[in-house]
C-alpha cells in the first residue's frame, strides 16, 4: 500500500470496459500514482481484464458488495498516502487532470473535485464538493476547485 505521495481507489462493480479506460486514463497523467481496484462482488470479469492489461495495479477483491464508502475506507485504512483520488470505474481523466487537482491542494490543503464532463448528455457538470461547513455543495462553472481547509 502506498507510503507516500498519491494513491487512487477505484471502486469496481461490473465496471465493464470503462474500468480499464480509466486505469489508462489515470496511468497517462503527468502525476504517477499508486492505483488500487477494490472490487465490490463483480461478475463480469472486469476486475480480471484490468488486471492482465495492467500488471502493477492492486486489486483487492471484496467477498460481497461492501458499498461505495465501505470500499473506500477498507483500501484507505491500509494506506498511509499523502493524497487519496476516488473514482468511480466510469471516469476518464483528461490530460493533467491530477496535476491541476493537487495544484489546487498544495495552494488550499483540503478536499478537491473537477468539472464532470458526461459524454452522454454532452454536458457539463460541476460536481460535488465540500463547503467550509462540511456540506456537499455544486460549484458554478468557470470557478476553480472548492476545497475545505485541512
Not at 29 to 43: F, R
Not at 74 to 87: D, G, M, Q, W
Not at 108 to 132: D, F, K
Request: with cysteine; charged share 15%; glycine share 10%.
Amino acid at each position: 500500500m502506498a507510503m507516500q505521495g498519491v494513491l487512487t481507489v477505484i471502486v469496481n462493480y461490473n465496471g465493464g470496459t470503462g474500468l480499464a479506460d480509466c486505469v489508462e486514463s489515470v496511468n497517462a497523467q503527468s502525476i504517477k500514482t499508486e492505483i488500487v481496484i477494490i472490487d465490490n462482488g463483480s461478475t463480469d470479469g472486469s476486475e480480471i481484464q484490468a488486471k492482465n492489461r495492467f500488471p502493477d495495479i492492486t486489486v483487492q477483491k471484496a467477498s460481497h458488495n461492501l458499498g461505495f464508502g465501505a470500499a473506500i475506507n477498507l483500501v484507505v485504512s491500509e494506506s498511509s498516502a499523502e493524497t487519496i483520488v476516488i473514482l468511480n470505474p466510469d471516469v476518464v481523466l483528461l490530460r493533467d487532470c491530477l496535476s491541476q487537482l493537487l495544484l489546487q491542494l498544495k495552494t488550499s490543503p483540503g478536499v478537491v473535485g473537477p468539472v464532470l464532463n458526461v459524454s452522454e448528455s454532452n454536458s457539463r457538470e460541476i460536481g460535488w464538493t465540500i463547503n467550509h461547513v462540511g456540506m456537499p455543495t455544486v460549484q458554478s462553472p468557470g470557478k476553480l476547485p472548492l476545497y475545505l481547509p485541512g
